[in-house]
């Protein structure tokens, strides 16, 4: 079993940053296995960041450069920095992970930016 739990959304102005954070428990010991998604009213949930199998990070189109996704092995913990916030930015944001075939999510964290 896999346990993540999200933490860091809010409300913030156009312009704003914030950091979302995913503690990770349980049966992962590859942190690169763990992304971010996002789910906003109406639409389908869109992947927004992740790691490749080398450790690289890669980014849905509409937030490179703007996002940055990080992780602190030590405490188990996957990063995400947003800055430049845009009201098409809320949504609620999980942390996922994918492990032996299963998939794992957290809670969500509803990130609304106001303009």
């Known amino acids: 079993q896999v346990q993540l739990v999200e933490s860091g959304g809010g409300l913030v102005q156009a312009g704003g940053s914030l950091r979302l954070s995913c503690a990770a428990s349980?049966?992962?010991?590859?942190?690169?296995?763990v992304d971010w998604y996002r789910q906003a009213p109406g639409q389908q949930r869109e992947l927004v960041a992740g790691?490749?199998?080398?450790?690289?990070?890669n980014y849905a189109d509409d937030v490179k450069g703007r996002f940055t996704i990080s992780r602190d092995n030590a405490k188990s913990t996957v990063f995400l920095q947003m800055t430049s916030l845009k009201p098409e930015d809320t949504a609620v944001y999980y942390c996922h992970a994918l492990i032996s075939y299963f998939n794992y999510w957290g809670q969500g964290t509803q990130v609304t930016v106001s303009s």
């Open positions: 349980g049966s992962i010991n590859n942190l690169n296995a």
């Open positions: 790691f490749t199998r080398s450790g690289s990070t």
